[in-house]
């Protein structure tokens, strides 16, 4: 379910509106009467900030203003948190189509308040029922703004659509997303975004000897996956690429070492990272920046069976490390490892891998953040902490001090793959740095992956976090 957006070339008359006011006198534009102006002013003083709405039976006004304190990030994520009311009250009213009206403020706020109301529009309704489907769907959303050009209306259709897709892909249960769907709804975004893919199957995944993705993959009766995305525009600015690698654990059972059960309800979540790398390049090749990205994604699920990896196994990774498996729920990083160290061949710029990691990560930040851990890159994760402030999908630092491999050291194997009670997220991320050689940063978003209830403007379920964090650093660079 797409909503449509469209720029609006004439003022909109009688319609169902929502106007973006800076302050009461833009109030005058509004063709009030003077019962409803007053109610309005007396409105917005009692609540601050908010959604005020006129109910005029025929059709509804919704007035937002855009005279929120603190500072530009706070107040972008104001808008986007008052685009998320204004979809509920349309919702709720059961309007189909809107025109945003920008009466004061900038583009930028309305550019945010459309963001919002169009994130918080989303529904996942492939396996509803036809009535229920048609059931409360706002449809179309008209901007009425002399400064927004349509290039700015394709960007926010865009960017919507790319987290559309990364949320449909989190929330599709596992009995539909093998890792060969997975891949194959790679191909279909590369097709239709215009970047190359190309997909590794178990004979070649095999014939790499990718020891980590096969391992997690032998209590699985379907074949693992290793997608590579290749987005190289010709006027690229960057000759190395920037790598993102994303987590595809297409679910996570915990392996042998089992989840109890309640841990593992929302394990289809576990490709969260696949899904926003996937949902990242595709707005890049779509929107066409110049910039030379390549995403990598190992995919496959994680489940006990008869032949499944055990603990005490000692497996040789792509690059020859060897790991002693001491329980098969850190499943993650070994099959990142792999996709780290094939990562080198390029000889990238930078590396950036988001995964649903660690269990850690979320107890220590919840959901409003995920967690960032950075070698030789400290510049560019500055910078992706910007991107991430104005997208609102914010980073936390936590170390990369060597004092935590002692953590992770094996007695008979170069490595364990897990490092024990306390610091989980920080030692998942030593782990995987043993795989790298070149700039290379490490999110671990298993914090605000996935929603059991709506928080603003991301909905219930698969949040696509990481898609406009992506999506926006890389356009910092274009
Ligand atoms: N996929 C989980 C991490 C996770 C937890 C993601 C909660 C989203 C929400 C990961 O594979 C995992 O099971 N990690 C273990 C690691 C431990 C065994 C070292 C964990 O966090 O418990
Ligand atoms: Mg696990
Ligand atoms: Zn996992």
Redesign the pocket.
Known sequence: METIIRKALRKPTAANTIFLLKGNSDLKELGLNTDETQWVKRMHRSKKSGVIEINRYKNHLFIAYCDGQGSRTEKSENMRKLGSETQTFLVKNKIERAVLQVVGGSKEDAFNLAEGLLLANYKFSKYKTETDKNDNSFEELDIYCNDITEDDIDELRLIVEAVYIARDMVNEPVQYLTAPQFSKEFVALGKEAGFKVEVFNKKKIESLKMGGLLAVNRGSIDPPTFTIMEWKPKNAVNKKPYVFVGKG?VY?T?GL?L?PSN?MD??K??MGGGAAVAGAIYAIAKAELPVYVIALVPATD?RPDGNAYTPGDVITMFDGTTVEVL?T????RMILADALSYAKKYDPKLVIDAA?????A?RAIGANAMVGMQVKSETEFLELQKAGARVHERIVEFPMWDEYNEQIKSEIADLK???GVDA?AIT?GKFLEHFTDYPYIHLDI??P??LSKKDKYRTVGGTGIGVRLLYNFIKSKA
């Open positions: 654990v996570d915990g070492s989840k841990s929302t394990m979540c576990d994680n329980n729920d850190a499943e993650g649903t990691l660690t269990g850690a979320a793959n897990i490092g989980g998942a298993a914090g992956a996935f």
